[in-house]
């Protein structure tokens, strides 16, 4: 039988670890967090700060942007992948917001918009200090999770919804915990579990040393 772990207790020291970790996104605002979070569905945080750079001089606040006409944002996109969806869902939701003291501060106001989805509103509240009201789930935390063992299965949104119910609230940011992990130690191929913290608890490393 699996040992029951104690998750509030064990995550602490992943939380810990990545506390003050800043955003892959490189930001200045929450208006480019927004645009930047819509840009990064399907594509690297890597590309996106690079295409976001020249983005912003152009569109450098909602109003600029919500002037915008979706032919134009596609020539300034055109590097990002589904760029097409992209430029439709950005100029629908600046047409909606129009400036940026209107952005949404809520996950249902948040998700209501288009392009962002649980998680995208997630990251948002997040990077805005807001209070969570939910967890981030990314590729990584889909690989990390279930690895653990805190989740199981391959759905973001049940993920989440499991990671929610093991979890007291004020440890939500454990799932962008998960990510930063998942980029840097618990890696699709080749983790290096000897160094990650989560080590004593993961299902994945110990049953590699049981078969040793």
Sequence with gaps: ??????????????????????????????????????????????????????????FPDMKALS?????????????????????????????????????????????????????SANVILRESGKEPEGVIVDLHVVRV???LSIASGTDPKKIEKQLMEVLPQNEWDAGMAMSFLGREICRPTNPKCEICVMNTVCAYYNEIKKNM
């Design 1 to 58: 039988m699996p040992v029951k772990v104690n998750w509030p207790e064990a995550v602490k020291p992943l939380l810990k670890k990545y506390k003050n970790e800043p955003h892959p996104l490189e930001y200045k605002n929450i208006y480019q967090l927004i645009v930047m979070v819509v840009l990064s569905a399907q594509d690297s945080d890597k590309n996106i700060n690079k295409v976001a750079k020249d983005f912003f001089k152009v």
């Design 67 to 119: 002037r915008a006409t979706q032919e134009v944002l596609l020539k300034h996109i055109s590097g990002v992948r589904n760029f097409g969806n992209k430029a439709k869902w950005l100029s629908e939701m600046a047409e909606k917001i129009k400036d940026n003291k209107n952005i949404p501060e809520t996950l249902d106001a948040l998700t209501a918009l288009p392009g962002i989805g649980r998680k």
């Design 145 to 147: 999770a279930p690895r």
